[in-house]
């Protein structure tokens, strides 16, 4: 992907091994991979520090 000029990074959660299997931090990252997907497939304005428009209300 870097290659494609996508930026991509890595979010490592303190204490959790390869997969996530806590409630929280498993939300945590569907929600970033549904921010980073909606943006670079569908052309959505991305925040990742702010939460959906849904959970908000």
Known sequence: MK?????VGFL???GMPHGINKP???HA?????L???????????????SENKEESS
């Open 3 to 7: 290659h494609q000029g996508v930026p």
């Open 24 to 26: 929280r931090e498993n």
């Open 12 to 14: 490592m959660y303190p």
């Open 35 to 49: 921010k980073w997907f909606s943006h670079y497939l569908l052309g959505e304005g991305i925040d990742f520090f």
């Open 29 to 33: 990252v569907l929600s970033q991979n």
